[in-house]
């Protein structure tokens, strides 16, 4: 998987209705999470993202609906969809992403390795190409 890797978050069914999905820190999340942040409220159509991060590793999700995926990075380009709740994927740091809303209100979560910082956005195409480039010398 080029720019990502996916992972099962684990779901079970519960007593009456429904599902419920949990994770721990395990070998399967590479950090600590410091920051969960989701995204909600979105319209059918919307994209967001267009940017990369040059420290930050995250684990995306969605728990209720269905969004598109643009993963690049070092080994290549690739898309993804997310609609399954027990779906996770790793993005490492240096990864372009860009997210598309499939389904209105759809919620996409984020577990974090650090806190906000602005400095740690890669918000040029170019300049992360650049940043792709130079790390594979
Ligand atoms: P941003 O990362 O620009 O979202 P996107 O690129 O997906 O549109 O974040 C939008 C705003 O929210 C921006 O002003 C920064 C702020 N923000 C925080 O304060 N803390 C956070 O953890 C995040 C993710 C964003």
Redesign the pocket.
Known sequence: VAGCRVIHIKTIPTVNAGELSYFEATHEIPFDIK?I?Y?SKVPEGTR????AHKELKQVLFCPYGRIQLVLENKNGREEIELSDPSIGVVIEECTWREMLWLQKDSVLCVAASDF?KTEDYIRDYDEFNEIVRKSHD
């Open positions: 920051r942040y995204i967001r993202g267009f940017h906000y």
